[in-house]
């Protein structure tokens, strides 16, 4: 019998361009695959935008990834988000006056809207069809993570057409089984400060990244045996962004350097532990017979791209495509120094001259992974 593959695209703003990029490779690799080759997907943030439209398109890999491309390679600031009324721009006492001033009247602390992003979602994603795709089978369950401000929890809403995946509630890690909405995915990519956050229910969500903990937790409880993960981080491979030297080093850290580091720590990959975690798991179950095994526990494949060039070199290579006031903001919070933005820009730099960039680099990745790939979808 297959196992079970799972999709995990994580977080990471406008870096979530890298992920349609391998994706764009997978497509390429896997000409004579019609439907997603996935039964599970999982997003976090971005992630989760770009799984849901996969998910609205599931009976076809191929449409999914050139809507998801036409998408990306055509977006613009103005469609992402908008700077609030409130005036970033004017002196710290009168913009926290205005902060505290709208927090008081009901009004969500943040210091960009994100309607014009609810407004392309609306436009493009048909929610129904993910209902017409579970139901058809051309996919088992679409999962995306969002936290919960009111109690910190991790929470994992799913929606699924097997009926043997329950609700879970473990620690700080939630899964509730409800239909996906667009308020999900606002809630999953609605970065802290930078965007409000969205009503479910009762309670008011955030970015999922921001305590996710583990990338393949859910996709483990939904009953992954296979993972493929599409990462968005330096962390793995790329090394140029953390060998050469800042201008800086010596100075007093500007808000753009501390925002930078917050995003960093919010959205860097926890892949690395986690396939530790799961590469220790397998050699000790092996030494198990599989009759002996504990329920619930079994061997585990995984693959990971991540990008191989440092996605902070790259938006720094185009920090000049943003719209000139959000570049005054950078260029102002940054103490002048356009590189201290580049960290917290590569999330927020959707621009079609990064996306694309972003793009390129992913395909190429995939490509040059190729062997792994074909392997992974072959091998049992």
Not at 120 to 137: C, H, I, K, P
Not at 269 to 281: F, H, R
Not at 283 to 299: K, M
Request: include cysteine; charged fraction near 15%.
């Amino acid at each position: 019998m297959l196992s079970k593959s799972a999709l995990l695209l994580s977080g990471g703003g406008a870096r979530g361009a890298y992920q349609v990029g391998v994706l764009q490779g997978l497509a390429t690799i896997l000409p004579e695959q019609e439907g997603l080759p996935f039964p599970i997907l999982c997003g976090t943030s971005a992630g989760a935008l770009n799984a849901t439209l996969l998910a609205t398109r599931a009976h076809s890999l191929i449409s999914g990834v050139r809507l998801l491309s036409h998408i990306w390679r055509h977006l613009t600031v103005d469609q992402i988000y908008q700077v609030s009324r409130w005036p970033v721009a004017s002196s710290i006492t009168r913009s926290l006056a205005n902060i505290f001033l709208n927090q008081r009247h009901g009004k969500q602390i943040s210091l960009m809207t994100n309607e014009p992003l609810e407004h392309l979602l609306r436009e493009f994603l048909d929610l129904d069809t993910v209902s017409v795709a579970l139901n058809q089978r051309h996919l088992e369950t679409l999962a995306i993570t969002a936290i919960n401000y009111s109690d910190g929890d991790s929470t994992t809403f799913f929606q699924t057409a097997n009926p043997e995946i329950k609700a879970w509630h473990a620690g700080r890690k939630v899964g509730i089984k409800q239909a996906i909405t667009i308020e999900h995915l606002l809630a999953s990519s609605a970065i802290p400060g930078i965007f409000p956050a969205s009503k479910i229910g009762d309670h008011y969500f955030g970015d999922g990244a921001v305590r996710l903990g583990s990338a393949i937790q859910p996709a483990i409880r939904l009953g992954a045996e296979k993972l493929m993960i599409i990462g968005v981080s330096d962390n793995r491979q790329a090394i140029d962004w953390r060998t050469t030297p800042t201008e800086q080093s010596n100075e007093q850290p500007s808000i753009m350097q501390v925002l930078g580091q917050l995003f960093n720590s919010a959205f860097i990959d926890s892949v690395e532990d986690d396939i530790a975690n799961i590469e220790t798991m397998n050699t000790l179950l092996s030494l198990i017979p599989q009759e002996l095994r504990p329920n619930g526990f079994a061997l585990r494949k995984t693959l990971v791209i991540s990008p191989s060039r440092g996605l902070n070199v790259i938006a720094n290579e185009h920090l000049d495509s943003l719209p000139k006031h959000i570049q005054r903001l950078l260029r102002t919070a940054s103490g002048n120094h356009p590189r201290n933005a580049s960290s917290p820009a590569s999330y927020l730099l959707f621009t079609p001259e990064y996306c694309q960039a972003l793009m390129a680099l992913g395909y190429k990745d995939a490509m040059w992974q190729r062997d792994k790939i074909e392997a992974f979808f072959t091998e049992d």
